[in-house]
């Protein structure tokens, strides 16, 4: 049996990857939504201590990507250099994304490495040459079953569309390669049924295990009816197909035949981010291409659902596609990074509406979070004078604060660091926000200051430094998610100078009560969360 991704050599390395996204136009919600959720769990484990490894990517071959190219009046390769570094480099850095590798499937270093995969699987007898015929859906690079086909109506009445890109598959006949996949079958099930967890969710997993119980047909791994690919190493007529190039990028990008060391302690990929469309690419073919050429399997390949907008998947082909700077321009670059993760449950389709995102921005980052940040900045600075003054009046309020915290670091910590549960863990966070906003109202410590008795004072002191302190505990862990205004924050507490950067802290630690030292200048900075402006009509 294959090893899982837990079976890694050495000082191993937490490995999560993307999908690598196709280049023939700029990047929508969708990708940005897979892309961002990467960041905060690689974030997450880097803050949790561990050694990270995020990557990210373009897939650059194929017969779309050449079709595109051609309508622009340009070679495929100048149309993808020309996207890549000025629609997917640029948004990736405006999102704060913080990938330690960026693979093109163009690259030397990868397509060198395709082609000793594929020439290692060919050695050992897991292809061979045959003809196929069937139709075939250029948006998917992929030859589809009769059976996945829908009617289609209107224009294309009287003909059969992808269901995906609900355009009309074309007949494709040709002689090409094929990759014994049919026989992977039993050894996959045993896979599934001695790693449970390897797919998620649980109704992705489901829908895998039924297909491939339904047996597998071969798979057909080369093109010959266009160029544009990795050149199959032994009949350089073919190209390879275009998945096969591109899942190998997983390899590729940490060192597969060429840095057996860093190969060693980064692959397999603890967690394959994927959108459901692909799930069978990475749960099927993908282990069983590494299977057949004894190499280990991934941890886990976690599929998103489709973000929703008009009750339609969001791309370019029904015109539903969205830049995110759309929503960056107006909400903020943390906003636009909690929003998606947190109204949405990971897994599961979403629909996404300016109003929603108005509402939860309003409601709990502006009102709950933002607005407690503030309050506790402003009080601090208006009864001590900015410094932080010291809890020696604590009792069973102050007890069910931080009894509160440590079970919000538990939950957050399992539920993003271990199920991959964005929303969970977002949920946890602010679940703790609220009841410190819920102590503050309780306390009244707008009340209590106007006792000036030692008493007074020193109860007024406690509640402050208890507001405080779990603040201080709440940038900790909300800095994956929202790192520049978690910064802030921390900032507006004092904390850099006496504890040191934020990006040090350790998510563990987060819940270690009474961290933020007495005495430290606190300051009232920028509001976290501004009030927003009234939304052009056009948006």
């Given amino acids: 049996m294959a090893a899982t991704g837990s079976e890694k050599q050495g000082a191993t390395a937490y490995y999560v990857t993307t999908p690598i996204y196709y280049v023939n136009d700029a990047p929508h919600l969708g990708h940005a939504y897979t892309t961002v959720a990467g960041d905060v769990l690689t974030r997450w484990h880097r803050q949790r201590g561990e050694k990270v490894w995020y990557l990210t990517g373009t897939d650059e071959h194929g017969q779309k990507i050449m079709r595109t190219a051609e309508a622009n009046g340009v070679t495929p390769q100048e149309w993808c250099d020309k996207l890549v570094e000025e629609a997917w480099k640029p948004l990736w850095e405006h999102l704060n994304i913080a990938n330690d590798d960026f693979i093109r499937t163009t690259e030397k270093r990868h397509t060198d490495r395709v082609a000793e995969f594929v020439q290692d699987l060919h050695d050992k007898g897991e292809i061979y040459q045959g003809g196929y ?76 295990v039924n297909f491939v119980k339904q047996g597998l047909q071969d798979l057909s791994i080369s093109r010959s009816t266009f160029d544009w690919g990795v050149k199959v190493p032994w009949d350089p007529k073919h190209v390879i197909y275009v998945w096969i190039d591109a899942l190998l990028n997983y390899a590729t990008a940490v060192g597969y035949n060429e840095n057996p060391e860093k190969f060693a302690e980064t692959f397999p990929a603890d967690v394959h981010l994927v959108g459901k469309d692909i799930l069978r690419f990475h749960a099927i073919i993908w282990p069983a291409m590494l299977m057949a050429n004894e190499l280990p399997v991934p941890g886990r390949v976690a599929a998103n659902g489709w973000l929703m907008v008009g009750g339609e998947k969001m791309s370019k082909s029904n015109l539903t596609g969205i830049k995110p700077q759309d929503l960056t321009s107006h909400f903020g670059v943390d906003a636009y990074r909690w929003y998606f993760l947190r109204a949405i449950a990971f897994g599961q389709d979403g629909s996404f509406s300016w109003e929603d995102f108005t509402a ?167 509001v976290l969360f501004p009030r927003l402006e009234e939304p052009k009509k056009d948006q």
């Fill in 133 to 208: 015929e069937g139709p075939y859906c250029v948006g998917c690079e992929e030859y589809k079953l009769p059976g996945d086909l829908i009617d289609g109506e209107g224009e294309y009445a009287g003909q059969k569309l992808c269901p995906i890109h609900k355009k009309p598959v074309e007949l494709l006949k040709e002689e090409n390669y094929f990759f014994k996949l049919s026989e992977y079958g039993p050894k996959l099930l045993e896979f599934y049924e001695a790693n449970p967890g390897f797919i998620q969710p649980e109704s992705a997993r489901n829908e895998v």
């Fill in 360 to 526: 939860r921005y309003t409601s709990e980052l502006a009102n709950d979070y933002g607005n407690l940040a503030s309050r506790v900045a402003a009080m601090i600075g208006k009864y001590f004078d900015g410094a932080l003054p010291e809890a020696t009046a604590s009792g069973e309020a102050e007890q069910a604060v931080r009894d509160g915290l440590a079970k919000a670091v538990t939950e957050a910590d399992r539920k993003i660091g271990d199920e991959v549960d964005f929303q969970g863990g977002i949920l946890a966070i602010f679940d703790f926000v609220k009841q410190v906003n819920g102590y503050l109202t309780e306390q009244e410590p707008w009340k209590v200051a106007k006792d000036t008795s030692p008493e007074g004072q020193a109860r007024l002191a406690t509640i402050l430094y208890t507001a405080a302190e779990s603040l201080r505990a709440v940038a900790v862990l909300l800095n994956p998610v929202m790192p520049e205004t978690s910064q802030s924050l921390w900032d507006s507490l004092g904390a850099d100078a006496s504890l040191g950067a934020l990006a040090d802290q350790r998510v563990q630690s987060a819940g270690t009560w009474g961290l933020l030292p007495v005495g430290t200048t606190v300051t009232k900075g920028a």
